[in-house]
């Protein structure tokens, strides 16, 4: 008889491993990497200068309520530091939700073509993973609502939503929670929330400050420019913030994190240039791409999604292998439930020409 091996809970080999977004080409060229919604300003260079001084002192431990971030942060927002929480990215902050919140029986909500992640952790938990489909690539809160039951526990919504760029009006996002009974859990992934430029979005920051039940989740990846170190952040009810201090790592945060974040929250005009640069260049390359006949999902964030035909050869993997011999990397989305889309990231002025100029190309190669 075969010796026994060690197990993994129930769910844990249903999850379908998550995949990032590609950096290589073929052939050792350089790539135009558009696959991740990284920043094409790149970081605060007073950010870059506090990681630097912080690797003078590796040998001690961090601080491990990463005071001065929660510091930075409460003081750009006007929050309570005491209700911030840190993670080595916001994955870590979602994924520590789903442990506290989630267990065998429950039920984790989130929508069609929702962010990845949320499966993973819901199914990391042991729990059930609910998906509420989308109307036009959109949340639609009465199909989340007609999800809900006495089993549902955690609602994750990205709003703006990642891959398809779209966001919910907070009037929705109001709905939603005054909808879902008071022990659903409602995260507001707001991942891209510097981005938006709508009179009618919200973050989440009033519906934590005004309810006990919402949590919303922040990153340093996107506009920060700090994917590679990994900190983000959730703005909490108190007693969320305590449940999630008690299964967080003791020093979840690196000192270079906790320093080089801080650094760059401070560092708020860099922070408008970015926006700046996308409130140019994503209209600019929306438009570009709906000029080649191709339909693009108008998007409020960093990226845009772009459908292609179904046809093998003028298709979304033809497109995807066509700008890859070119050096450029976008992001297939079959993953997302849309195996007919690439989601290109805004680059540098000189990469939307690069990315219009090789979808003019195999557009104009297929007729
Ligand atoms: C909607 C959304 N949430 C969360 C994340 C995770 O970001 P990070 O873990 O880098 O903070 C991403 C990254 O792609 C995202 O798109």
Redesign the pocket.
Known sequence: MAPLAPKPRPGVLDIEAYVPGESQVPGGLKPIKLS??ETPLGPSPKAVEAFTAAGAALERYPDGQATALRQAIARRFGLNPDRIVC??????L?NLIAHAYLGPGDEGLFTEHG?L?YRIVVLAAGATPIVAPETNLKTDVDAILARVTPRTKVVFL?N????TGTYLGFDEVRRLRAALPSDVLLVL?A??AEYVRKNDYEAGLELVATTENTVM?R????IFGL?GL???WAYCPEAVANALNRIRGPFNLSAPAIAAGAAAMDDWPHIEAAIRHNDEWLPWLTAEIEKLGLTVTPSVANFILVHLPKEPGRDAVACDTFLKQRGIILRRVAGYGLPHALRITIGTEAENRKVVEALAAFVGARG
Not at 160 to 163: F, G, Y
Not at 219 to 222: I, L, M, N, P
Request: charged residues 20%; proline residues 7%; aromatic residues 10%.
């Open positions: 991740s919604n993670g080595a990215g916001s994955d870590e979602i962010f992640l990205a703006p939503n990642n891959p992934d991942a891209y989740t990153t340093f990846s996107k994917a990994r900190i983000g």
